[in-house]
């Protein structure tokens, strides 16, 4: 990975991945102090976040290397009509790494293109979020001790959703069983649907959550986006339809765990956040140890 730009899942191997997870493992259980001393990232977000920015900046203040960058692009030349490629010619000149979110797709692989440094994509549009994704797959392997033969259920907006689509691509590779629970408008779209029947995976799709998820090790919750729906009845229809409550896991495996890329609105209940099996605030906490990990890697530090 050394050098190299992550834009896509794709863009690396299954046992780069698995390596990643290993190093993100250790560096968990045996923290590291000063491998960043000298380097410089840029954190460049052209959209809102919380966690992926602030987990990027938690890694690298860890490992002892400096962060510049913006988390508001208002606060930046973009406002005085500069384009997104002289943007990235210039800010190449102050750093080692380039971490950037940007509301159109495709937008990091041409970032990856042009920089003279590395490119990190943290998300693109309704494309990609392959660092959500490695630290979705290590939360995964965390709780269940393994990452093959699994059943995930993804839930809400499977159109839209980037994380989903990564997951998807990343699971692929370890024999998943799949299960989508989305409205019509925003069902899996079907390159996903066309990659999984190449594989000879099963997946199934549903409309409704309720008595279906007894067989789930992993449901993957997302929101459901109301500025996404063309038809605002059909939204005020389906709003609700995806919201998970505790009660619902009564009758469900002892290994399972939910997940959730988060934000969330109201698809998660607060009654959950209690339950044993709800795992989402750990998976978050695991976005560090996974940025560490893919930070030195990329800067081959490791
Ligand atoms: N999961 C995720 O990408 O969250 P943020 O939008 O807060 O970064």
């Not at 834009?7 to 390596?19: G, P, W």
């Not at 041409?110 to 630290?135: C, K, M, R, W, Y």
């Not at 009564?250 to 956040?273: A, G, M, S």
């Amino acid at each position: 990975m050394k050098n190299k730009s992550l834009v896509s899942i794709t863009d690396f191997s299954k046992s780069d991945y698995l390596k990643i997870l290993e190093l993100a493992e250790n560096y968990e259980h045996n923290p590291v102090g000063n491998m960043l001393a000298g380097k410089v990232i840029a954190t460049l977000f052209f959209e809102p976040s919380t966690r992926t920015r602030l987990s990027f900046e938690s890694a690298v203040n860890k490992m002892g290397g400096r962060i510049i960058g913006f988390s508001d692009s208002n606060s930046s030349s973009v406002t005085k009509g500069e384009t997104l490629y002289d943007t990235i010619k210039i800010v190449c000149n102050y750093c080692d790494l380039i971490v950037m979110r940007h509301p159109l797709e495709g937008s990091a692989r041409f970032a990856s293109e042009i920089a003279s440094v590395p490119v990190i994509n943290a998300g693109d549009g309704a494309n990609q979020h392959p660092t959500q994704t490695l630290l979705d797959l290590y939360s995964i392997k965390k709780t269940q001790g393994k990452l093959d033969n699994l059943t995930i259920y993804m839930v809400g907006d499977l159109k839209y959703g980037r994380t989903v689509h990564s997951l998807l691509m990343a699971m692929s590779q370890f024999n998943t069983t799949f299960h989508f629970i989305s409205p019509e408008e925003l069902k899996m779209p079907e390159e996903y649907r066309i990659l999984l029947r190449s594989l000879g995976l099963k997946f199934y799709e549903h409309k409704d959550f309720t008595d279906i998820i007894a067989e789930a090790d992993i449901i993957y919750m997302t929101r459901v986006q109301k500025e996404r729906f063309s038809d605002p009845i059909e939204y005020e229809r389906t709003k609700n339809a995806y919201v998970l409550k505790d009660k619902m896991l009564t009758y469900t495996k002892e290994n399972l765990r939910i997940l959730h890329p988060l934000p969330r609105v109201n698809e998660i209940d607060q009654d959950v956040d209690v339950n044993p099996k709800a795992y989402y605030f750990t998976q978050a906490l695991n976005g560090v140890y996974i940025r560490q990990a893919i930070i030195s890697s990329i800067l081959g530090l490791n």
